[in-house]
Each structure stands twice: as C-alpha cells, then as structure tokens.
C-alpha cells in the first residue's frame, strides 16, 4: 500500500482538495485498495475545522466527492508512517521542516514536481518550481484546481507505473 499525505498551510484548502481529488481517481482507476491518502497542515490555525466553503464548491462543480473532516497539523509520526509527504508549496517546506526534522529518508516533495516537464513549463520561474497558489488569498480556487489536478494525475501515473 502507498500511503500519501498532502500538506497545505491551513489544511482547509490545497491539502483536502488534493486528498478528495487523489481519492477519486484511484477509485475511479479501481485501485483504491493500494493507496491511503490523507491531509494535514503545517499550522494550528484551522485546527478542528472543516474544509473551506468554496474549496467544496469547487470539488462539487467537478463532481468530486468529500467528506466533512476536521483539519489537523502534520506530526513527527506521521514522516514515520506516510511513504510520500507532498506539499503545496515551499513556505510549507520550510514549517514542516521545523516540526519533523529533516527529510533523511526523502519523503516530501512539491506537488508540482511530480508533473513531467512539458505540463509544468508554465510553473517554472527563475529555474524554480513554483507551487500551487493558496486560494485562501487569492480566491483563485480554479487555479488551485487544475494545478492540484494535473499534479494528482502525475502522481498516479507515477506511481502505477
């Protein structure tokens, strides 16, 4: 079994977006038995919380099932238990670093990383890769979609091969 977890600031967001869109196409590819997929967030400032309001509109409009949750922060443990940790963006990075130590075992990752070359042209900036903007301040959650989107079918794609 892979075992994914997605990590935003807020885990309100990015990070269950990307959990519920994952969710459903390894469902839909009949492989969800050989995937645990999860969220958290790099902050406390949502704990307990529920999805954002539009991050469900969004996921409703393109029929991708959730469920309520409550947001929680990303723990030592869960570098232990998790196979892929993957992050929004590197100011995510960077918190998480200050929570779980260092990556020895070269778990975490930028969601943007995992798409090949041709689709995230576009993302690159000054030779960095950029990350998936935060909805949360730009409103944008279209954006935040297709970004999340071609980076969960990356994943997939990756990983069944």
Known sequence: MKKILFVCHGNIC???????????????????SEFEI??????????GNDMYPPAKRMLQSKNIPFTRRSA?????????????????????????????????????????QWINGELINHHLTNGKMADVADPWY??????????IEQGCRAILKQLRD
């Open 138 to 147: 730009t409103g944008d959650f279209s954006v935040a979609y297709r970004d």
């Open 38 to 47: 999860s969220s958290a967030a790099v902050s406390t400032e949502e704990t």
């Open 14 to 32: 990015r990070s269950p977006m990307a959990e519920f869109i994952l969710k459903e196409m390894v469902r839909e590819a009949g492989v969800g």
């Open 72 to 112: 929680r922060q990303i723990s030592r443990s869960d570098y232990s238990y998790y196979d892929y940790i993957i992050c929004m963006d590197q100011s995510n990075i960077r918190w998480m670093r200050n929570i779980i130590g260092e990556d020895s075992e070269h778990k975490v990752s930028l969601l943007l």
